[in-house]
């Protein structure tokens, strides 16, 4: 299955996993059957969760929804941590992730926007360098897995600082590596030499320790959240949460 799942998403085009994997994976799911570990997000409990990624990680990909361990640790997040749930708010999410959809488009209190460039999930074709609505339109904004994809980061970030309302914020998680520094060659063009030094073929960087203090060159205030810190073992262990992700909580700057 390790095997199986790595070599699915090194090679096939997110877009198109996004429109088939689920229902591969929901047949996978009766195999699954167990009250071990808990999904969050979709509410569906399993003996384990499938492995992702392409170094495949044990207990990580929620067969029912499709959420990663990064997935349930943010809904908890705004769960605990925010009024996502019960304020009234204007919501862009880019990138949005299929986990996340039809969760956040039902919440009643919610104007939710959706945009992508590729992605068949979004309602709103749009580049992040370039976001498609006026200055201060919107409360929140969740751009996940992104910026390590985009020509050119900071611009993308001035972008979502544009948009968010005086009082905005919002959440851009990105891979983050032990790194003193964020590593860049825009002139490396060839997919496995961009694998090999930033971590997957479609990455244009590797970023570092100044992933927060990088963004924050365009204008938003980018603070680094430990809330996992804050839970106990076995929240931890039921959810199945990545014990070091740090949430990176933005605010209009």
């Known amino acids: 299955?390790?095997?199986i799942i790595s070599f699915v998403i090194r090679y096939i085009p997110r877009k198109y996993l996004q429109l088939v994997s689920h229902f591969f994976l929901r047949v996978l799911a009766v195999f699954y059957r167990g009250k071990q570990v808990h999904c969050n997000v979709c509410d569906?409990?399993?003996?384990?969760?499938?492995?992702?990624?392409r170094k495949a990680r044990e207990n990580a990909l929620c067969p029912n929804c499709l959420a990663l361990e990064r997935h349930r640790l943010m809904w908890l997040?705004?769960?605990k941590e925010t009024?996502?749930?019960?304020?009234?708010?204007?919501?862009?999410?880019?990138?949005?992730?299929?986990?996340?959809?039809?969760?956040?488009?039902?919440l009643p209190n919610l104007e939710y926007i959706t945009g992508d460039i590729e992605s068949?999930?979004?309602?709103?074709?749009?580049?992040?360098?370039?976001?498609?609505?006026?200055?201060?339109?919107?409360?929140?904004?969740?751009?996940?897995?992104?910026m390590e994809h985009v020509d050119d980061d900071i611009q993308a970030c001035r972008e979502i600082n544009r948009v968010l309302k005086k009082d905005g914020w919002g959440?851009?998680?990105?891979p983050v590596y032990n790194l003193q520094e964020t590593i860049e060659d825009k002139t490396i063009t060839d997919p496995a030499e961009r694998e090999r030094l930033f971590g997957q073929r479609d990455h244009v960087?590797?970023?570092?320790?100044?992933?927060?203090?990088?963004?924050s060159q365009s204008g938003l205030k980018v603070q680094e959240n430990l809330f996992v810190k804050s839970l106990d073992l076995e929240t931890i262990?039921?959810?199945?949460?990545?014990?070091?992700?740090?949430?990176?909580?933005?605010?209009?700057?």
């Open 1 to 3: 299955m390790k095997s």
């Open 44 to 53: 569906h409990t399993f003996r384990k969760f499938l492995p992702y990624g």
């Open 77 to 79: 997040f705004l769960q």
């Open 83 to 106: 009024s996502f749930f019960t304020k009234k708010l204007k919501v862009l999410h880019i990138a949005p992730e299929l986990c996340f959809i039809d969760r956040m488009k039902a």
């Open 120 to 146: 068949p999930l979004a309602t709103v074709k749009m580049d992040v360098h370039q976001i498609p609505f006026e200055d201060e339109s919107f409360d929140v904004v969740f751009c996940n897995h992104v």
């Open 171 to 174: 959440i851009i998680q990105s």
């Open 205 to 215: 960087r590797k970023y570092g320790n100044d992933y927060a203090s990088r963004l």
């Open 237 to 253: 262990n039921k959810y199945a949460l990545p014990d070091q992700e740090i949430i990176f909580y933005c605010e209009k700057g």
